[in-house]
T-cell receptor, first 114, second 110 residues
Framework: NAGVTQTPKFRVLKTGQSMTLLCAQD?????MYWYRQDPGMGLRLIHY???????AKGEVPDGYNVSRLKKQNFLLGLESAAPSQTSVYFCASSALGTRNSPLHFGNGTRLTVT | SQQGEEDPQALSIQEGENATMNCSYKTSINNLQWYRQNSGRGLVHLILIRSNEREKHSGRLRVTLDTSKKSSSLLITASRAADTASYFCASQQGAQKLVFGQGTRLTINP
């Protein structure tokens, strides 16, 4: 049982380049989330999805887009990367949403934008 | 800032001792969750305590919640080297809003 899988694990981008981070979960969870983790800032929610075909903005959505075309996958896109987007990105899923159930996290993608 | 606060930021104790970490938050909550993060890994859920609960146990872990003081604590008893990690609290504040603290780095010395 893989749980939540994120690809890639590491990536270096130049300013202005684009990329997509892929998250896949095999737990049949309805809810999926993208967070970023920065030193001294804890985790901050970027976007989330409450089910296939839905997306919603979190706390820090600017510069990112997401798509949930299939229930098991949640994609995070950076259209034009900026140095401020250097961070560790975590995907998470939840069976019933954070009000009723915990999050299951992937192991993260470390992104550096130069 | 919407971020919760954790205290202490870092804690170093000897193996076998108990470790206590504290968390404060700023608004009413539905639940409070504790997570552990080992270096270079994702967060792992430890305990979820609902706003109408005051204490919860899981193995060597004990979590308390005081909604009147907007605070929670995590106690790890009889610590082991494998408990070395960062610990985060997260307060559930409505919809899908889960606000994480900045974490406590716990080091268990053999």
């Amino acid at each position: 049982n893989a749980g939540v899988t994120q690809t890639p694990k590491f990536r270096v981008l130049k300013t202005g380049q684009s990329m997509t981070l892929l998250c896949a979960q095999d737990m049949n969870h309805e809810y999926m989330y993208w967070y970023r983790q920065d030193p001294g800032m804890g985790l901050r929610l970027i976007h989330y999805s409450v089910g296939e075909g839905t997306t919603a903005k979190g706390e820090v959505p600017d510069g990112y887009n997401v798509s949930r075309l299939k229930k098991q996958n949640f994609l995070l896109g950076l259209e034009s990367a900026a140095p401020s987007q250097t961070s560790v990105y975590f995907c998470a899923s939840s069976a019933l949403g954070t009000r009723n159930s915990p999050l299951h996290f992937g192991n993260g993608t470390r992104l550096t934008v130069t | 800032s919407q971020q919760g606060e954790e205290d202490p930021q870092a804690l170093s104790i000897q193996e076998g001792e108990n470790a206590t970490m504290n968390c404060s938050y700023k608004t009413s909550i539905n639940n409070l969750q504790w997570y552990r993060q080992n270096s270079g890994r994702g967060l792992v859920h430890l305990i979820l305590i609902r706003s109408n609960e005051r204490e919860k146990h899981s193995g060597r872990l004990r979590v308390t919640l005081d909604t009147s003081k907007k605070s929670s604590s995590l106690l790890i008893t009889a610590s082991r080297a494998a408990d070395t990690a960062s610990y985060f609290c997260a307060s559930q504040q409505g919809a899908q809003k889960l606000v994480f603290g900045q974490g406590t780095r716990l080091t268990i010395n053999p």
